[in-house]
């Protein structure tokens, strides 16, 4: 099984920083690349950057080197740090994890529920 937890999120003004945290409970499963997505009203759920098993990172052009994304293996954690945040950066972030079963090679994908981020101007 597993399950994915995202916290961190909150409402802070224009310019502020937010630290978001995705921590994955798996049992007989091998994680892959995780990534943050968000979706705001009214809107498709965007990318918004993904991370390696070895660090590798790729973000969203949208974001301009504002975010970076970092993982610890040991601890299944994911976290995106958001700095200089904008209004237009507010949207329910989720967390999205690629595993297989250890011994199989079909990947399936797992979300979490979501944590609420709100920039105001």
């Known amino acids: 099984q597993v399950q994915v937890v995202e916290s961190g999120g909150d409402s802070v003004q224009a310019g502020g920083s937010l630290r978001l945290s995705c921590v994955v409970s798996?049992?007989?499963?091998?994680?892959?690349?995780i990534g943050w997505y968000r979706q705001a009203p009214g809107k498709q759920r965007d990318l918004v950057a993904t991370?390696?098993?070895?660090?590798?990172?790729d973000y969203t052009n949208s974001i301009e080197g504002r975010f970076r994304i970092a993982r610890d293996n040991d601890e299944n954690t994911v976290t995106l740090q958001m700095n200089s945040l904008e209004p237009e950066d507010t949207a329910i972030y989720y967390c999205?994890?690629?595993?297989?079963?250890?011994?199989?090679?079909?990947?399936?994908?797992?979300w979490g529920q979501g944590t609420q981020v709100t920039v105001s101007s």
């Open positions: 999205k994890v690629t595993a297989a079963r250890y011994g199989r090679t079909n990947l399936q994908y797992y």
């Open positions: 798996k049992t007989g499963f091998k994680l892959y690349v």
């Open positions: 991370i390696t098993r070895e660090g590798a990172a």
